[in-house]
Every structure is written in C-alpha cells, then in structure tokens.
C-alpha cells in the first residue's frame, strides 16, 4: 500500500518511527513532512500536502498527526477528494474505511500511547470499504456536494 503521512511538531518523532514501522510492513511511505523539529511550526500545510498526495494517488491512503487530531482532520479535509476521519478507536478505525471509504486518517499523538496509534492505523489500512449501496450513495451526494454545491438530504 502507498501510504502519505505528514504532522507538525506535535507528532513528528512519533511520525518518524510510524516511517521506519510502517516500511517495515512493506509499505511504501511518502512522508511530507514535517523533516525538521520546529516547535513553533503549524499543521495545515503538511495536512493539505497528505491529501493533495492521496487525491492524486488513486488507492493510496493518508496518515495526518497532531496533538489532537482535531485541526489535522479539518485540514486535510480542505482537499477536494479527501474523506479524512479522526479516529480514536478500534471501532472508528474501521468505520471509518467500511462505511466512509475514508482515505485518510488522522490520530491524535497526545492522546494515545504509540502501540495504541500504531494498531489503529493498522486496522484503517486493513479494513475495505463494504461497497454497501447506502454507503455508496451517501459518499456520492458528498461528491456532488463538493462539485456543484448542492445536497440532498435523502435517497
């Protein structure tokens, strides 16, 4: 799997052992960034550099890290194309890729132990989108959404 991952300050040594572990697994890894400890530096461009990654990457997924996890999801989510979700658990994780085909995640690296982040990013990478019809459509008026600007609130 190509995966992207990028984070600020607040998850970049977590972020770089995520690269070692992740390769590791026979993964192909871009990282975009941060390379270099600032501890003044801010997300939104390494989130948005992630989801510019994964939207030209058909099949790919990201990986978005900070503090929280909050802002890094908002970020991403600025991409056209990109579903991230912030995920803090097994059952999140999952459905996330099952019900959303979510193609980004993002975790929080002061809210988790590191064992604990690296088994839910596992697991999104693991899981497949079900393909359910409801799920399609739902997905489908998000889409439409971010072309045209118009929604629906039903089927």
């Known amino acids: 799997m190509h995966l992207h991952i990028g984070t600020d300050h607040a998850g970049f040594e977590l972020k770089n052992r995520l690269v070692a572990s992740l390769r590791a697994k ?12 600032d501890e003044v530096d801010d997300y939104p461009g390494f ?13 790919s997924l990201g990986i978005v890290i900070g503090g929280s996890g ?9 991409v056209r194309g ?21 193609n980004v995640i993002s975790v929080g690296a002061r809210q988790h132990s590191e064992d604990e982040l690296e088994a839910l990013i596992d697991l999104f990478i693991a899981t497949d989108f079900s393909g359910d019809e409801r799920h399609v459509r739902r997905i489908g008026q998000i889409a439409r959404y971010e072309e045209t600007g118009e929604y629906s609130t039903g089927a």
Do not use: F, M, S
């Open 26 to 37: 026979g993964h192909e890894v871009t990282d975009h960034g941060a390379l270099e400890y």
């Open 47 to 59: 989130c948005i550099a992630v989801g510019e990654g994964v939207v030209a990457d058909p099949g």
């Open 70 to 78: 909050n802002g890094e999801q908002i970020a991403a989510n600025k």
């Open 82 to 102: 990109v579903r991230a979700a912030l995920v803090w658990n097994e059952d999140t994780a999952a459905l996330a890729r099952q019900h959303n085909d979510a």
